[in-house]
């Protein structure tokens, strides 16, 4: 979510491109196929990865806190 610079409204929402949730702060941006993209952590972009690798069955451990 990008707010405006005197902080009063929201001049974008961003979410990540693989699960959808709203990213406060910069995010992590990958460039893939040209084209900038935008994940929320590190095991989004893992998990994307191995998605558009054509992997079946992906398991993946969930980062632990």
């Known amino acids: 979510m990008r707010f405006s610079t005197n902080g009063y409204y929201i001049e974008k929402y961003i979410k990540c491109r693989n699960c959808g949730v709203l990213i406060y ?3 992590i941006e990958i460039e893939r196929d040209g084209k900038p993209q935008i994940f929320c952590s590190e095991w989004c972009v893992q ?14 451990p969930l980062p632990q806190a």
């Not at 998990?47 to 993946?60: D, F, P, T, V, Y």
């Open 25 to 27: 702060d910069h995010g």
């Open 47 to 60: 998990w994307s990865a191995l998605r558009e690798s054509g992997a079946e069955n992906i398991r993946l």
